[in-house]
């Protein structure tokens, strides 16, 4: 099969992933052998190209928003029938049985395999997964704009869970790519207000059309205090301007992986019980959860089209901010 493979990390205009043949993987017994149709663009990808994220395993196919086609079931896996489509997330598999695990935080886990970083991904014609850790794409969705959904749109989601704001609040989202554009469509639903600082202008207009309150660039001051801030630039300046517009009490949650160092700050922004907290991969639940809010709202992706073997070109677009919504790679 051909596959886009990523050996030695290094900046993405040194075109580091090799597009090349590679055999074809065969499932384990828990697994299914899925054949790829797109596979997502995300931010973590370009961490792991360049290696901001410490190289795992001597090589590696990236790619960890998956929506393909099971062709073939390992020995034991008989969940889902040949020929349903799923979507594959950056939570490849986990031990079942750490701490973490047995208390309901999975995304914790201490063994835990992520999707195109410590497994094989989906920048590839076929990729294998754990059939208990992928999920059948609502009908409803594309396989374009489904793509987003399973990692953009999963950690957006699970960051506004933690967000913890309620109908009537008002949430300021930082940095609107892929996960910013799909979060305001689920706060919108929940009938929270949205406010967005983000620098491009490109992105502005997006987040007004979206239905944000106000839109501003990135250190600009909202016209109004926040009950909880969603930081999914991988800026650490961002946070104390943030904690500067937050209400008492207010929660600021940072969305990425991976972040710039964050400046010291003083301590009268955190006071007054204001919460900073990450979010770390999801659980499976919050998959399945925001998998069926999205087709109840409908959510709509919007995406740039690239070829496989245009993955570099991708991963370059989305590091110089020029992809509007969700970079894509169709692969079949
Ligand atoms: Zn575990
Ligand atoms: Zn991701």
Redesign the pocket.
């Known amino acids: 099969m051909k596959a886009q493979i990523l050996a030695t990390p290094a900046a993405v205009e040194n075109h580091p992933l090799r597009y090349v043949d590679v055999p074809t993987p065969e499932p384990w017994d828990d697994e299914v052998l899925v054949k790829v149709n797109v596979c ?1 663009v ?4 370009l961490h792991v190209v360049e290696g901001e994220l410490a190289p795992r395993l001597s090589q590696v196919i990236p790619g ?2 998956v929506v393909g086609t099971i062709v073939k079931s390992g020995k034991r896996a008989g969940k889902h029938t040949l020929g349903t489509r799923v979507g594959i997330p ?1 939570l490849h598999r986990t031990d079942g049985i750490c701490e973490y695990c047995r208390s309901g935080q999975e995304n914790l886990c201490e063994n835990a395999l992520f999707t195109g970083y410590t497994a094989n991904g989906g920048y590839a014609q076929y990729v294998v997964a754990p059939e208990d850790f992928v999920y059948p794409i609502p009908e409803g969705f594309g396989d374009i704009e489904a793509a987003p959904l399973l ?2 749109g999963i ?1 957006g989601f699970r960051a506004l869970r933690l967000a913890n704001v309620q109908k009537g609040d008002t949430l300021g989202i930082y940095g609107f790519g892929a996960a910013g554009h799909v979060a305001i469509q689920v706060a919108g639903y929940w009938g929270i207000k949205v406010v967005v600082c983000t620098r491009e202008a490109r992105h502005q207009a997006l987040a007004r059309e979206l239905g944000a309150e106000w839109v501003g660039g990135a250190y600009d001051v909202p016209p109004i205090r926040l009950n909880a801030a969603i930081i999914f630039a991988p800026a650490g300046e961002l946070v104390p301007a943030a904690l500067g517009v937050l209400k008492k009490a207010g929660t600021l949650v940072l969305g990425g ?1 991976h972040m710039s160092p964050i400046p010291s700050f003083s301590y009268d922004l955190l006071y007054h019980e204001r919460v900073v907290r990450s979010v770390a991969n999801n659980t499976r639940q919050d998959g399945l959860d925001f998998l069926k809010v999205a087709a109840e709202i409908p959510i709509r992706t919007q995406t740039q089209i690239f070829g496989l073997q245009d993955a570099n070109h991708a991963l370059e677009a989305l590091k110089h901010d020029s992809i509007q919504g969700a970079a894509v790679l169709r692969v079949s």
């Open positions: 997502g995300c931010r973590t990808d960890h928003q950056w990692c953009a950690i992986i």
